[in-house]
């Protein structure tokens, strides 16, 4: 996590595909609750993959786990979207690859978001069988809009680049990673002579609503996930996806 200007460009490192797990949600967790302490001015979020942001929740974690894992990986999850989402720093999106479900929160919890070209990102859990919780849902809906968002959640859509910026799902397109960076930068640069309390004050105010819902409920929102997932149905139906993902490999 090098520290440029105080701007910090963060990159997820958990090949092949960075999916979250646990030990990786405590990581980011643990960078962002480090940001803050050093007065970061300014954090890019990107992956060190050529082809992947990040592929969202390890579904290892949620097939066929033990209760107390899957209910501490749920709270490390919650964690980290807390202080990501709420972060007194400007944040962005450095969207180098694709980027489905959990991924494409963490890219929805910045502030700005650059894509490359010929990638793919949405909420696609429907897809799944499984449901993208009330907090991914509301960061689609504060990001596109409240009938753009129904439309994208319930197909559980995944938008290739170009349509992700024409319904507002990310704010730029660069032709490579680097120039996806220098965007990020930019947009970083653009905020730097923001009077810091004022800008935080604001970004915590259109923000308020979401981390207040997901604050004020989060036992019953870990109990939500818990009881759905341990669904027989819903085990079968991750069972065949993690089947489908490693039979691609093959
Ligand atoms: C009521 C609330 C209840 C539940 C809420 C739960 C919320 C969940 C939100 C989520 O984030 S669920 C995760 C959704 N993620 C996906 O659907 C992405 C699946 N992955 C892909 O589409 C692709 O892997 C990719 C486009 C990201 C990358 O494609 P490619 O570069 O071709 O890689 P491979 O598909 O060959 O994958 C390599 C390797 O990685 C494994 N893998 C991929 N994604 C995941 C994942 N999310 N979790 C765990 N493992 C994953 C894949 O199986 C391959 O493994 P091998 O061992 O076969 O090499």
Redesign the pocket.
């Known amino acids: 996590m090098p520290l440029k200007m105080g701007v910090a460009t963060v990159t997820m490192n958990r090949p ?2 960075n ?3 646990t030990e990786h949600l405590e990581t980011l967790h643990r960078t962002f609750i480090r940001l803050e302490n050093e007065k970061c001015r300014g954090m890019i979020l990107t992956s060190s ?1 050529p ?2 942001f ?9 097939y066929k786990p033990e209760l107390e894992k899957a209910r501490k990986f749920w709270r490390t999850l919650q964690d980290m979207w807390l202080k990501l989402y709420s972060s007194p720093y400007p944040t962005v999106a450095a969207i180098n ?9 963490l890219s929805l919890s910045c502030e700005y978001r650059v894509i490359v070209p010929k990638v ?1 990102m949405g ?3 429907t ?2 069988g ?4 009330q907090w ?1 849902q509301d960061c689609m809906r504060n990001a596109i809009g409240e009938r753009e968002a129904e439309k994208a959640l319930i197909a559980g859509r995944m938008f290739s680049s170009e349509e992700a910026l024409k319904v507002g799902l990310v704010d730029e397109i660069a032709q490579n990673k680097e120039e996806c960076i220098q965007k990020a930068e930019a947009f970083l640069a653009s905020q730097a002579n923001l009077p810091m309390l004022a800008r935080k004050t604001v970004k915590l105010g259109f923000r308020h609503q979401t981390l207040s819902r997901l604050l004020t409920g989060r036992e019953a929102d870990t109990k ?2 818990i ?3 341990f669904q027989p149905k ?1 085990q079968k139906g991750l069972e065949m ?2 089947q489908s ?6």
């Open positions: 092949p595909v999916s979250l797990n993959s082809t992947v990040s592929a969202g929740l390890d579904i290892r974690e949620m690859g694709h980027a489905p479900a959990g991924g494409c929160l793919r909420l696609n859990e897809q799944l499984i449901v993208a919780p991914f939500i996930f009881d759905y997932i819903v996806y993690l993902l490693s039979k691609k490999a093959a």
